[in-house]
């Protein structure tokens, strides 16, 4: 692959990333938008409904995904990853590896037949490993690009795929390549993940069956789940009672992370309320410190899920084991009344903070590509986010979204907008624009 | 041209991730639609907006010849663009398609019977196939546009927005109000979580903007109209007389002395009617207060000077608007927690004033009285309960959190804590809402300083009253405690501190010109939070900062630079397309009545012209599109029915009628 | 693909393809023969009539988790489908063969 | 699948920047109303010449509510203009025997929920009472046959 000349290089393609290349390439910039994963969308796409406005969830990101793949000035690398990142005069030279999906993505139609063939049936990441999909796959129903993708953590090597594949494009020869981009500018929009469940021991430390975590009840809520109804993954029952453990990962000292993650008031609220739909006779807890709820409407989100019969009871869960049935039992002190009560539910789902993804990008592993330095919560450091909130300590490089903290959508996208204009103006003033500009027919 | 051939209508019908296949059944609907005439395919899909959806719309156009489209999905302003964005890349002009809103208007709202909601489906689709038989290309109209902003308010959201449309090349004129910039911001003394200094960073902004060759500011000026659309808006600007010149106006506000309250210390000071707000204020030079001035001749080393605002008004062409006209705290009403009846009640934003012309090693003091217990009251005016709490001025009460005030609150705490060790504070919440990055410290921190944290519930609000005579304290605070299971607390203290939140600013006339509008919070409103966080309804006219909603100085820099960056898409090209729904003219059915010309109120939309044609002069009505709104005012008034909106013509409005009324029952059997 | 400038078949290409990955190949073996394994027991069990996911679990020694998420993946994919409820669990049934 | 030909029909011509919008929002907050309603996007109502409203009504539409925006329009001549074709509508209706009430003028705005509701539900219950509006123009045609006869 020829090297590629850009003005700014956004690495990951979720929310935040889709929405600053496309700010970027709809003022006639040259982007590239970077994506670790087989399709872009990132956690935004797996979600199931939206607060406060309770849109369907792909009705948003799909169309954003979209247009950021038909976009005339944004070259999308996705199962790709940034190795390396160098200085270079008034821009930076990026080493990208790109990963061997043993297909064709010229000749793939996302047809499936090869996935309808595969033998191996393997857990599948976008469904919390809840739901399977096979070795060689289709990542998900919206997934941009539509094209297969082969794990070979989990491949016989077999071939079947490559005998019904209607167009050739299985492809076994592939190996991972190494390309170069200059960029006069790097947006970071790596994400989030959630704090583990392994380090909450007196949560079950993921050990319980029925003891689940937020992105999981999405999927049991999205309409592409793994059940295609809520579900307890424990044996298949449809739960009646079900609790939130609020801060379950997030204000905790004993996990080091001490702030707070933002959206946990909100989604668990927002679930509780489509839980209610989908269950109309499951009665639902939501076990907190403080509730949350200040972004544009949610208050009133707040209210409605009070008058909706949710049940928000003060107070600090200690801890939760099961019983022989595998109902989880929850140890709250109820600051309300004073008193330390056990409850049994069907299902509880902890309320789990945010950390910052765990991308090699970032730390750890050998690469080191981008180093940048990183605030006390982990998250890339901001030195004057009362000044230029997207400015990182490298000149250049800009960070938006969950990089650089929790946030919700709505504060992601319009930080995705923010760090674009401080690229686009950075690039601007360095004057090394890339030349070639097309016009968007549509964004 | 696909489009002359006979039409070959593809339909399509979104499930919607089961928003709409939950209650409208999807599949018999393209079933029946099928036997319409003209309709080439039809198809369900899980998700139409889906790549994979589009993608199969395109490959129907290509492969199948389909060369009209219509889908039924969400609300057309949510995905008109994308699908236009899929029509069009296939090859098909864009305004061959057309869309139904088949969610918000009937499965969301008709869920509750499904055969009614499929019923409607059904009348409703075969409309949209009704009009896609008379659709006909269009082409989007052209503009230059001026790649110059307005932006309204000079405080940081305004400066914020200004700086960064100037960075990417375009010109900027910002009109603010008063006659001095940075807003809000510079009335606080230090910012979280950094503890800068607020106006030191306020003042790092300003000297940029003021710097940029490309930014026009323009202080104590007022739009007073605006005209006009995106790409051109003709905006009128008045702009007071400073007063002063640079040379007398130090003297002159020397020698005045007029005075009134100063609202930058929110009345804790006085100020004269030439002033200053504070020092190293930009612009320096002080200003006359044109509203409080008295007119009075002012004596000037003898001579007798009288101050004269002569306003001048002037236009100015933009291509966009940006409203950063902020926010106002909220101000309780006499009497919410003892306001205005007791001295010893202030809000936080006068703690800060206060707090700020205190001088460091002075006691703390209120009314000349030593303060040894204060108590902060959180939630004043914010998260407000119709019935428990006494409406605003429109009827509504404030039931949103306005999110900025916890973190002030506790900001203050750890302030005053660290300045007056042995105070005794005590702090009066429901939720405490350090949600930010490096907010939660300030919770942590005042807990080790000794802070007592009392929870009261919304709907058993604490009280404040006098001190029963012979108390040592003037106030008496009573809260219900939750976090002491309910046990009513009396709190005896000094100093009540109301954390007040944010109100929408009155800003009703500019709202009126700019024709934006409000959402339930009586603030702002934007599109769709998620996919036009910042624009407005109004193409070309956004959002910055607190005119939205309650933001803190971070967010509302955050929303200044989107608001810039979607300024700099709409502009940066110098010309912006505008869709083609204008009026247009049969020629041959016109016969140049003029009634058209009566009734239309768009100066230069449509003129009668003279024409020759076989040596006779005939008029006949002509439209100048770029002025034309295509409201249709000319459309019923022609008696000939020789105009049309385009792309929203009469013939097209009765065909879909008349599918609406059609008897369904043949096509329904057919599906069932 | 070449190896030492020697063009390999197609049979020689997965072949190596095995050797580079010698764990992953060995373990997705020994998971291909547990799911052939309960992909049998599960159908053989829900072809007699819809069975919930715990019944299953008990006749076949499967622990109840795996045999949901099993069952939910034999959903996806055509094998079993959803037949009614049986008080709170869900019943599945072998698809219908074609 | 059967249709339900029992239910009057309403026709409601809604503005982009009014009652389209505004029925989307009531769409958004999940709330509940009659079915047979079916809502058309109009630019602005002024557009249409009252001759329209009479052939709506005999194509088989018995109530149309045109939801402008009023006062708040885009449209400087929306207000008063569309209030002037709908009255020279109510003439016309008159003189075909169609109760007036069938036609409604209301302004609504993009989040007035509340009013768009109690605006189709005042229509619903009305037709409810009134019936259908071919029923009218029937009943009318045979009067005027009757007169004929008498006459004749």
């Given amino acids: 692959m020829d090297n590629l000349r850009i003005d700014a290089l956004i690495i990951g393609g979720g929310?935040?990333?889709?929405?600053?290349?496309?700010?970027?390439?709809?003022?006639?910039?040259?982007?590239?938008?970077?994506?670790?994963?087989?399709?872009?969308?990132?956690?935004?796409?797996?979600?199931?409904?939206?607060?406060?406005?309770?849109?369907?969830?792909?009705?948003?990101?799909?169309?954003?995904?979209?247009?950021?793949?038909?976009?005339?000035?944004?070259?999308?690398?996705?199962?790709?990853?940034?190795?390396?990142?160098?200085?270079?005069?008034?821009?930076?030279?990026?080493?990208?590896?790109?990963?061997?999906?043993?297909?064709?993505?010229?000749?793939?139609?996302?047809?499936?037949?090869?996935?309808?063939?595969?033998?191996?049936?393997?857990?599948?990441?976008?469904?919390?490993?809840?739901?399977?999909?096979?070795?060689?796959?289709?990542?998900?129903?919206?997934?941009?690009?539509?094209?297969?993708?082969?794990?070979?953590?989990?491949?016989?090597?077999?071939?079947?795929?490559?005998?019904?594949?209607?167009?050739?494009a299985i492809d076994f020869t592939q190996q991972p390549e190494t390309f170069n981009i200059e960029a006069a500018s790097i947006v970071m929009a790596t994400g989030f993940d959630l704090t583990p469940m392994e380090t909450k021991k007196e949560y079950g430390a993921g050990k319980l069956h029925n003891v689940i975590d937020p992105l999981m009840m999405e999927r049991f809520l999205a309409p592409t789940g793994p059940y295609g109804r809520v579900l307890r993954p424990g044996d298949g029952k449809e739960p009646t009672s079900i609790a939130y453990v609020q801060c379950a990962g997030s204000r905790d000292e004993t996990l080091n992370i001490t702030y707070c993650s933002r959206v946990c008031c909100m989604y668990a609220i927002k679930q509780a309320m489509l839980i209610s739909g989908a269950l109309p006779m499951a009665e639902i807890t939501i076990y907190y410190m403080d509730i949350r709820t200040f972004g544009k409407g949610y208050e009133q989100f707040y209210q409605n899920a009070k008058a909706m019969g949710v049940e928000f009871v003060r107070g600090k869960v200690a801890s939760i084991k099961e019983d022989s049935d595998q109902n989880p039992i929850v140890k709250v002190e109820m600051t309300d009344i004073g008193e330390i009560v056990e409850r049994t539910h069907d299902l509880v789902v902890l309320s789990q903070g945010i950390i910052p993804a765990s991308s090699p990008i970032l730390r750890g592993g050998s690469t080191q590509a981008v180093s940048l330095p990183l605030g006390s919560d982990g998250f890339i450091y901001v030195p004057a986010p009362d000044s230029a909130p997207c400015v990182t300590e490298r000149a250049g490089i800009f960070v938006t979204g969950t990089a650089m903290g929790p946030m919700d959508i709505v504060d992601s996208i319009i930080s995705a907008s923010a760090a674009a204009a401080e690229a686009s103006a950075y690039i601007r003033e360095n004057g090394n624009r890339v030349e070639a500009h097309k016009e968007a027919l549509y964004a | 041209m696909p489009e002359n051939q006979e039409p070959r209508i593809g339909v399509y019908v979104c499930h919607c991730g089961g928003n709409i296949s939950g209650a409208v059944q999807c599949e018999l609907i393209a079933k029946a639609l099928k036997q319409l005439p003209n309709v080439t395919i039809t198809r369900t899909d899980e998700s139409l907006c889906s790549d994979a959806g589009q993608s199969m719309i395109e490959a129907d156009i290509k492969e199948l010849g389909v060369n009209r489209v219509v889908i039924g999905a969400c609300a057309p302003m949510l995905h008109e663009q994308t699908f236009r964005g899929a029509v069009t890349r296939a090859g098909l002009n864009p305004y061959l398609y057309q869309h139904?809103?088949?969610?918000?208007?009937?499965?969301?709202?008709?869920?509750?019977?499904?055969?009614?909601?499929?019923?409607?489906?059904?009348?409703?689709?075969?409309?949209?196939?009704?009009?896609?038989?008379?659709?006909?290309?269009?082409?989007?109209?052209?503009?230059?546009?001026?790649?110059?902003?307005?932006?309204?308010?000079?405080?940081?959201?305004?400066?914020?927005?200004?700086?960064?449309?100037?960075?990417?090349?375009?010109?900027?004129?910002?009109?603010?109000?008063?006659?001095?910039?940075?807003?809000?911001?510079?009335?606080?003394?230090?910012?979280?979580?950094?503890?800068?200094?607020?106006?030191?960073?306020?003042?790092?902004?300003?000297?940029?903007?003021?710097?940029?060759?490309?930014?026009?500011?323009?202080?104590?000026?007022?739009?007073?109209?605006?005209?006009?659309?995106?790409?051109?808006?003709?905006?009128?600007?008045?702009?007071?007389?400073?007063g002063?010149?640079?040379?007398?106006?130090?003297?002159?506000?020397?020698?005045?002395?007029?005075?009134?309250?100063?609202?930058?210390?929110?009345?804790?000071?006085?100020?004269?009617?030439?002033?200053?707000?504070?020092?190293?204020?930009?612009?320096?030079?002080?200003?006359?207060?044109?509203?409080?001035?008295?007119?009075?001749?002012?004596?000037?080393?003898?001579?007798?000077?009288?101050?004269?605002?002569?306003?001048?008004?002037?236009?100015?062409?933009?291509?966009?608007?940006?409203?950063?006209?902020?926010?106002?705290?909220?101000?309780?009403?006499?009497?919410?927690?003892?306001?205005?009846?007791?001295?010893?009640?202030?809000?936080?934003?006068?703690?800060?004033?206060?707090?700020?012309?205190?001088?460091?090693?002075?006691?703390?003091?209120?009314?000349?009285?030593?303060?040894?217990?204060?108590?902060?009251?959180?939630?004043?005016?914010?998260?407000?309960?119709?019935?428990?709490?006494?409406?605003?001025?429109?009827?509504?009460?404030?039931?949103?959190?306005?999110?900025?005030?916890?973190?002030?609150?506790?900001?203050?705490?750890?302030?005053?804590?660290?300045?007056?060790?042995?105070?005794n504070i005590f702090d009066l919440h429901q939720d405490i809402r350090t949600y930010g990055r490096g907010h939660e410290e300030y919770y942590r921190r005042t807990l080790e300083d000794g802070v007592r944290f009392l929870r009261y519930n919304g709907e058993e609000l604490p009280k404040v009253s006098a001190a029963p005579k012979g108390d040592i304290h003037p106030v008496l605070v009573k809260v219900k405690d939750r976090l002491t299971y309910g046990e009513e607390i009396e709190i005896p203290v000094d100093l009540v501190v109301l954390a007040v939140g944010f109100m929408p600013r009155d800003i009703h006339g500019l709202e009126k010109m700019l024709k934006v509008s409000r959402g339930a919070d009586r603030f702002l409103l934007e599109v769709h939070p998620k996919l036009r966080p910042v624009e407005t309804a109004v193409n070309g006219i956004v959002l910055a900062g607190t005119a939205q909603g309650p933001m803190n100085i971070q967010e509302s820099l955050s929303a200044a630079s989107a608001a810039a960056a979607k300024v700099a898409s709409l502009l940066g090209r110098g010309h912006v397309e505008l869709p083609p729904f204008v009026a247009s003219v049969d020629e041959h059915k016109c016969n140049g009545t003029g009634a058209c010309v009566e009734v239309c109120l768009y100066e230069g939309a449509i003129a009668l012209q003279t024409f020759e044609e076989n040596g006779e002069q005939i008029k006949r009505a002509v439209i100048t599109p770029a002025n034309c709104v295509g409201c249709g005012a000319c459309v019923s008034a022609c008696p000939n029915q020789a105009i049309d909106v385009q792309g929203w013509t009469l013939a097209q409005y009765e065909a879909m009628v008349e599918a609406i009324g059609a008897d369904?029952?043949?096509?329904?059997?057919?599906?069932? | 693909m070449t190896v030492q400038n020697k063009t390999l078949s197609r049979g020689e290409i997965l072949k190596h393809l095995r050797t580079q990955h010698p764990q992953a190949v060995e373990r997705a073996q020994a998971l291909l023969k547990e799911q052939k394994h309960m992909q049998q027991e599960l159908c053989a069990f829900f072809r007699e009539k819809p069975r919930t996911v715990p019944e299953a679990a008990q006749a076949t020694g499967i622990p109840a988790s795996k045999v949901l998420w099993f069952v939910a993946a034999m959903k996806k994919y055509g094998i079993v489908v959803e037949a009614g409820m049986c008080g709170d669990y869900p019943l599945y049934k072998k698809a219908e063969e074609n | 699948m059967s249709v339900q030909n029992q239910q009057p029909k309403i026709l409601i011509l809604g503005t982009l920047s009014g009652g389209y919008a505004g029925a989307d929002s009531t769409g958004q907050s999940h709330l509940d109303y009659p079915a047979n309603t079916y809502i058309l996007p109009v630019m602005s109502p002024v557009m249409f010449p009252p001759e329209f409203y009479l052939r709506a009504f005999e194509r088989g539409i018995d109530g149309i509510i045109v939801m402008y925006s009023g006062t708040d329009s885009p449209y400087k001549v929306e207000a008063e203009g569309t209030a002037k074709l709908i009255n020279r509508a109510y003439q016309m209706m008159k003189e075909r025997g169609i109760d007036i009430r069938r036609l409604r003028l209301a302004a609504i705005c993009t989040v007035c929920v509340k009013p768009f509701l109690k605006e189709v539900n005042q229509m619903n219950d009305l037709l409810k009472g009134i019936g259908f509006v071919k029923d009218e123009l029937a009943g009318r045609a045979s009067a005027m046959a009757g007169k004929e006869t008498a006459h004749g």
């Avoid at chain 1, 040259?30 to 969830?57: H, N, W, Y």
């Avoid at chain 1, 794990?151 to 490559?162: A, T």
Wanted: a negative charge; glycine letters at 8%.
């Fill in chain 2, 244 to 423: 002063v010149t640079n040379e007398n106006a130090e003297a002159l506000m020397a020698a005045c002395s007029q005075e009134v309250p100063d609202e930058f210390n929110y009345g804790l000071t006085q100020r004269k009617v030439i002033y200053k707000p504070y020092a190293g204020c930009y612009p320096s030079t002080p200003a006359v207060d044109w509203e409080n001035y008295n007119g009075e001749p002012i004596s000037l080393n003898g001579k007798q000077v009288v101050l004269k605002d002569e306003p001048k008004a002037f236009e100015l062409n933009v291509g966009a608007v940006v409203v950063a006209t902020g926010f106002d705290p909220y101000t309780p009403p006499q009497g919410e927690y003892g306001f205005g009846e007791l001295p010893q009640v202030v809000t936080l934003p006068h703690l800060i004033r206060h707090l700020a012309l205190t001088k460091n090693g002075q006691p703390l003091q209120w009314n000349g009285r030593a303060i040894r217990d204060v108590a902060l009251i959180h939630c004043v005016g914010s998260r407000q309960v119709e019935g428990i709490h006494q409406p605003q001025a429109d009827g509504q009460v404030n039931n949103y959190c306005s999110r900025v005030c916890c973190t002030a609150t506790l900001h203050m705490t750890a302030e005053l804590h660290k300045r007056y060790p042995q105070l």
């Fill in chain 2, 100 to 242: 139904i809103g088949l969610r918000e208007q009937d499965s969301w709202v008709h869920g509750h019977d499904k055969q009614a909601a499929t019923d409607k489906a059904l009348r409703l689709m075969s409309a949209g196939v009704a009009k896609a038989r008379l659709l006909q290309p269009l082409e989007p109209i052209r503009l230059g546009a001026e790649k110059h902003a307005l932006v309204i308010g000079g405080g940081v959201a305004g400066l914020r927005s200004a700086l960064d449309i100037a960075r990417q090349g375009l010109r900027v004129s910002l009109v603010e109000r008063s006659p001095f910039l940075g807003g809000r911001m510079a009335q606080l003394e230090s910012v979280f979580p950094t503890e800068e200094e607020a106006r030191k960073l306020l003042h790092a902004l300003i000297e940029k903007v003021a710097a940029h060759p490309d930014i026009t500011i323009f202080t104590q000026a007022e739009v007073t109209g605006v005209a006009g659309y995106v790409g051109n808006f003709n905006v009128h600007v008045q702009q007071h007389t400073r």
């Fill in chain 1, 15 to 168: 929310i935040a990333g889709m929405q600053s290349a496309l700010d970027l390439a709809d003022q006639g910039f040259q982007v590239a938008l970077v994506e670790r994963e087989p399709s872009i969308g990132g956690r935004m796409i797996t979600l199931s409904k939206v607060f406060p406005t309770l849109d369907c969830c792909s009705c948003i990101t799909t169309p954003k995904m979209s247009a950021v793949a038909h976009h005339p000035n944004i070259h999308l690398l996705t199962y790709c990853e940034v190795q390396s990142v160098r200085e270079h005069g008034t821009g930076f030279d990026i080493s990208i590896l790109q990963k061997p999906r043993y297909v064709d993505v010229s000749k793939c139609t996302g047809c499936r037949d090869c996935e309808y063939e595969c033998p191996i049936t393997v857990p599948s990441p976008f469904d919390r490993n809840l739901g399977a999909y096979r070795a060689i796959r289709v990542p998900f129903s919206t997934a941009v690009p539509q094209k297969a993708v082969l794990d070979p953590e989990y491949c016989l090597w077999c071939g079947k795929c490559e005998q019904v594949c209607p167009v050739e």
């Fill in chain 2, 664 to 672: 369904m029952s043949a096509l329904a059997e057919v599906a069932s």
